[in-house]
Every structure is written in C-alpha cells, then in structure tokens.
C-alpha cells in the first residue's frame, strides 16, 4: 500500500500534469452541461473515443438537447447508435433522458447520489457527471481508473469478488483531493488511456510513478487482479436476406439477448433448417460470403443467403412465406439503412445493394 503522504502527493502530481499534457479539446470537455458529459461518458463505456468521437457529433445534431432526445422513438435512437455495439447502452439512454424529463423538469439532478437513481447510470457515471457538471468531490471507478489505481497503490484485492471491489472505491475516496476535482477527474481518465494502458504501460512518462508501487515491483501488468474470466461461447446460423422487389424482410429482434430491439434478418440454426424451411418457395437463392462477427462474450459465425422473390408474386403469396415471422416487415433499402440495424447487418446490405435482377 502507499506511503503516508502518497495521497495528497498523488493528486497534486496528477492535477499538475493533466493541466500540461492532459487532453483538453475533446468535444464534451470545457462545458458544464450534464447533458454532453453524460452522452460522452454513456457512449465511451467500453468504446475507444477515435469511434465515440464521430458518434457524438451525429447525435448532439439529431438531438441537441435532452428533451429532443427524450421525444425521439427508440428506433431513431438506435439507427444512430447502430455500429456502437453495446446496445443496451442505447436504450437506458434514451430510458434516462425520458426520466429526465418526466420526473425532473428536463434537468438532471445536481448529485451523484441523484444520478445513479437514473435508468443506465452507474456509480462511477454517475461522480463523473457530478464531479464535471457540479464540482462534486466524489471518485470515479471507470475500468481505466482501476488499472491505474490498482497499480499506484498494488492493490491485491480480486475485482472479481464485491467486497474487494468496495475496498477499492474506498481507496479511491481517500485519494481524493480537497479542490480542483475537475483536473483530478480527467487527469485519471486521461493516464489510463494514455499512458498507464493494459499492455505496454509507459512507465517513465508516467506523472505519479515515483508513488506507483506496481512500477517499483516492475509488476504494472499484474494489476488488476480479477481472476473470473468471462466465458466466450460460440454461435452459427444461417441469415436470411428475403428479396422482393428491392425490399428486404427484417425482424425486430426481442428486448433482452444479443442486438436487443434491433432489426434483423430471419435466422435458421443451420443449412439443414433452412433448406426445409424454404423447400418450395418461388424464386432464386443465392450463397453469399459467411463470416464470423464478434462480441464480448460470443464469436457469431453467419452464412447469408439471399432469396430474391419473383417480381410477379402478389402480397398474399408474400405474406404466407412471411407468417413465420410475425414481428417482421418488409422495407426498401433506404428505409432499412435507416433504422437501428446490427453492423453486420448494414455493411452486408451497403456490400451487396444492387437492384435485384428480375425473377420469373
């Protein structure tokens, strides 16, 4: 553990060097506005900030403020965060901008106890905001703040059991400094992406790694310690891209699972099924390249086949080979690319979105 006098010293070392070299022209800094801090931090939840950065911008323009978002439907919300990954992200945010407005006038509460009551919004979320927005002096625990405390101070403590996880966060309270909360906060932010990162941390540029008790062990990759590991699982279908007339047949996927809420392909569990499943349909088919997408938890191998329909086919023959799928219906492209799709899903139609070629 750290010195006596490490605390204060931490702090006054890390306040120093972000206000040199710390990042300033990110655009959710320089504002007090709870709105753009908390977008920010929703969306840099396990997400780089080159691919946030992009992000950001669209959605601060389709709704700049929170009533604008709080008024849009879930598939607006989702056609924007499409490609984000982490979906769920996408429907507390807009749970929690309605619950702004409904239950606090369209203004977000000034304390971090208050935010955390909000759909999507964690504790350590929750003191960013705070902490930004408000000057609260409260400790951030984002998955970057651990790896940098956890080796300040070789923290032996196993993440993965609750109790040592409290340990930390008291351990992040007693770090805090008595004022420029603002520069502390972004400080720990920016050393965790910058330069204490997972792999190659560059120790000697580091402001505090004369306190760092990891680099004086020369054992920085050692922390954090979590032992339980999350179990990657492995899954395979074929995907079905039904064509009628330029149309393509899309599902809404259910509200808990993988893509949650988004539109989707019909899929079969394999070749087999779905060669029984479409014997007799009218109509050409079409093998297109398989490919595996990868998630947190899951490797997802996919074999799209296109089935284009023949152009003379009515609605009633169209509706029987669809009753399968009752959450389904059928869009043109342009109306499909605007909705909340997986992206597998939008570079498979932007990859292979030529005018079908007519089908007798």
């Not at 006054?12 to 990110?26: A, E, K, P, V």
């Not at 978002?69 to 979906?87: I, M, R």
């Not at 002096?137 to 993440?159: H, Q």
């Not at 007339?245 to 392909?265: M, Y």
């Amino acid at each position: 553990m750290p010195r006596p006098e490490t605390g204060a010293s931490f702090a006054t070392r890390l306040i120093d060097w972000q206000r040199t070299h710390g990042r300033h022209t990110l655009p959710w800094q320089n504002t007090r506005d709870p709105y753009r801090v908390w977008l920010s931090e929703i969306m840099l939840q396990q997400t780089q900030v080159a691919t946030v950065l992009g992000y950001y911008e669209r959605f601060l323009q389709r709704f700049p403020d929170v009533a604008a978002l709080a008024a849009a439907s879930l598939d607006d919300v989702f056609a924007l965060w499409s490609g984000l990954g982490y979906y769920s992200r996408a429907r507390n945010l807009h749970a929690c901008a309605q619950a702004v407005v409904t239950q606090h006038g369209g203004r977000f509460p000034a304390g971090s106890a208050a935010l955390m009551t909000l759909p999507g919004i964690g504790r350590s979320t929750a003191a960013a905001i705070a902490a930004f927005c408000f000057g609260e002096r409260v400790a951030i625990l984002d998955g970057n703040v651990k790896r940098v405390l956890t080796r300040v101070l070789a923290f032996e403590g196993d993440l993965a059991e609750a109790k040592q996880e409290r340990a930390l966060w008291a351990e992040a309270t007693a770090l805090l400094p008595e004022r420029d909360i603002e520069s502390y906060t972004q400080g720990l932010m920016d050393l965790g992406a910058t330069l204490c990162t997972q792999r190659s941390p560059a120790c000697l540029l580091c402001p505090v790694h004369a306190l760092c008790a990891a680099e004086h062990a020369g054992t920085p990759q050692r922390y954090p310690v979590k032992t339980r590991k999350l179990k990657r699982g492995t899954r395979e279908h074929v995907w079905l891209w039904l064509r009628s007339n330029d149309e393509v047949w899309l599902g809404q996927r259910p509200a808990t699972g993988v893509w949650a809420g988004l539109w989707s392909l019909p899929e079969f569990e394999s070749r087999a099924a779905f060669d029984a499943a479409s014997a007799g349909w009218p109509g050409a088919a079409e093998s297109l390249p398989s490919f595996t997408h990868v998630l947190t938890h899951l490797d997802w191998t996919l074999h799209p086949v296109r089935w284009t329909l023949p152009e003379r086919l009515d609605a009633a023959q169209r509706n029987a080979l669809t009753s399968a799928w009752p959450a389904g219906r059928w869009f043109g492209l342009d109306e499909a690319l605007a909705l909340g799709l997986p992206a597998p899903l939008r570079k498979l139609l932007l990859a292979h979105a030529a005018p079908a070629d007519p089908v007798s």
